[in-house]
């Protein structure tokens, strides 16, 4: 891997409905090599951070390009979890074109029901 091999995606994640982070909120995004229909995807990158407030949540996410077949396809993941328990997570696949991205990827997650969501 050399300097001029890795490039990088500005990516957006928003939510489908009104969206904030928590305290010590862990947000993960993933470029995953999805080619394959009956094989787990493939991770080219990865990125973990901590982070609060509201979203949208604007990072960048580096990959190594060499490692890219031009032929397959790839799709971008993103989840967000406070102490280990599942918060956003996105439920369409977002396929990308690396070739062909310009300016922001938008990745939109769903908020998931907790066991006490409706109960008071």
Do not use: W
């Amino acid at each position: 891997m050399n300097d001029t091999s890795i490039q990088s995606l500005d990516i957006e994640i928003v939510a489908s409905s009104d969206g904030t982070v928590p305290p010590s909120g862990l947000v993960q995004v993933s470029l995953d090599d999805v080619s394959l229909a009956d094989a787990p995807a493939i991770c080219h990158a990865q990125l973990r951070l901590r982070c609060a407030g509201a979203m949208p949540i604007n990072l960048r996410l580096n990959y190594d390009s060499q490692q890219i077949v031009p032929r397959h396809t790839y799709a971008l993941s993103a989840r967000i979890e406070q102490d280990g328990r599942l918060l956003y997570i996105n439920t369409l696949k977002h396929e990308v074109e690396l070739d062909k991205v310009t300016g922001k990827v938008r990745v939109t997650v769903d908020k998931i029901a907790s066991m006490t969501d409706g109960f008071n």
